[in-house]
């Protein structure tokens, strides 16, 4: 073994091991610092406020009111999904959280162990108060690293590149493991975190439900129809031998706004002026980036826009099986399940609805065709001499019926009956 070699594993193994104390140490720290800070000044501004208050108004009442919205992201909640969103949303800061959504190490697997974002790259348990500091950027560029890197093949950017990708990986498998073991030994949130259906997003396979969710997303993106930009994009197997899109009308009848019936379909929903955001990954997107003749983004992609981990483009994310048809090339007719992800059980849900309305209006208008065109022995060809045969014989139909139904003829048949 080279000792370059030897120097690079020295060196990896340093970094891993150092990564845990620098984690967790300088953060809590740092930590009791401010909280004994804060606590002797909140301690002064009291008895100085009480002293105050005692002068000027001896009777008055103080009234504490509680914030209206209660935070559950502290409490001990696996499977509580209100709790884990609260806790996933305070990661959406892009200039406080710089992990890519791409990672393994990802705000939703930080969000379903407890963990909440308090500051840059830190994470925090509410439960057990133990803080981690999260650091992916590793400076190889030491002198020591370039002694070693310099050989006669020119291929010490090669090396370099494969050291510095396995560094990364063993990064991200420590903080793996730290996502877990961070927290103090009799943290809950140690033994069991979230399960895999913590981001569904429900009601999807109820047709009603999923359409009327739909509408309401339409609804407040077209409170200002002029922020949407042209050309939305969805993946191609949306255009693929269907005109869902384009035959799609809401209950009031009329075409519906196709670039913003795009955006509902994948779960954004108008935030503010001139933004959208998805309350399940809690991306935000400026609309104004996607207008004008020199737009600022290319194109708007309803689906991909969304973080990697967002139940509306993950079929992982939102863990719900339906039946999409019948294997092919096998023995096996039986209908296949498959995983979904929620812009496309929405897709479903319209698929559905189209099928339906054009099986009501098929069905109306060859009723209508029954009743407008007469036939050749209809009431409008009949002369009077037929109308009141055919209305003898109704009636005489109709006594008939009633026979059985008669008492007076059911005592005579009585009577009438031979004696034994």
């Not at 002064?44 to 009234?63: E, L, W």
């Not at 509680?66 to 909640?77: A, C, E, F, P, R």
Request: aromatic fraction near 6%; hydrophobic fraction near 30%; proline fraction near 4%.
């Amino acid at each position: 073994m080279s000792y370059a070699v030897e120097t690079k594993k020295r060196k990896f193994d340093r970094i891993l091991e150092a990564l845990s104390d620098s984690a967790v140490s300088p953060v809590r720290s740092s930590l009791n610092t401010r909280n004994n800070a804060s606590t002797t000044t909140l301690t002064q501004d009291s008895a100085s406020d009480s002293s105050k208050r005692r002068r000027v108004a001896p009777t008055s009442k103080i009234i504490v009111t509680s914030s209206s919205v209660t935070s559950l992201s502290g409490h001990y909640l696996p499977s509580s999904r209100t709790a884990f969103l609260q806790r996933l949303e305070t990661f959406r800061h892009v200039t406080q959280w710089h992990i890519p959504s791409s990672e393994r190490i990802n705000a939703a697997e930080w969000a379903k162990r407890g963990w909440t974002c308090v500051d840059t790259d830190t994470v925090y348990c509410g439960a057990c108060k133990e803080r981690v500091h999260v650091d992916l950027e590793v400076n190889v560029d030491s002198k020591e690293h370039n002694d070693h890197e310099r050989d006669e093949d020119g291929t010490e950017e090669d090396d370099s590149f494969a050291f510095r990708t396995e560094i990364h990986e063993g990064l991200i498998k420590r903080y793996q493991e730290m996502i877990v073991t961070a927290h103090a030994e009799s943290c809950l949130w140690r033994q069991r975190g979230c399960d895999s259906t913590i981001q569904r997003i429900e009601g999807l396979l109820n047709t009603s439900i999923a359409l009327s969710a739909l509408q309401t997303r339409y609804d407040g993106l077209m409170i200002q129809a002029d922020e949407i930009p042209e050309h939305v994009s969805l993946p191609a197997e949306v255009f693929e031998g269907t005109n869902t899109l384009d035959d799609f009308r809401f209950n009031d009848g009329g075409k519906p706004h196709s670039d913003a019936l795009k955006l509902a379909l994948c779960g954004w929903e108008r935030k503010g002026e001139d933004i959208i955001e998805c309350r399940h990954c809690f991306r935000s997107l400026g609309l104004w980036l996607y207008r004008g003749e020199s737009p600022a983004m290319d194109r708007l992609d309803a689906v991909e826009d969304h973080l990697e981990y967002c139940p509306w483009r993950s079929a992982e994310a939102q863990n719900t099986e339906i039946v999409v048809g019948v294997r092919e090339n096998t023995d096996d007719s039986r209908p296949k399940a498959q995983q979904l992800a929620g812009w496309s059980l929405v897709f479903q849900a319209m698929l559905k609805d189209n099928s339906r309305k054009r099986g009501s209006k098929s069905l109306g208008s060859t009723f209508a065709s029954d009743i407008d065109s007469p036939t050749a022995g209809s009431e409008t060809s009949l002369t009077p001499e037929q109308r009141e045969k055919k209305m003898r014989d109704l009636l005489r139909r109709i006594k008939e019926i009633k026979k059985p139904f008669n008492v007076k003829s059911l005592l005579r048949r009585k009577d009438k009956a031979p004696k034994p």
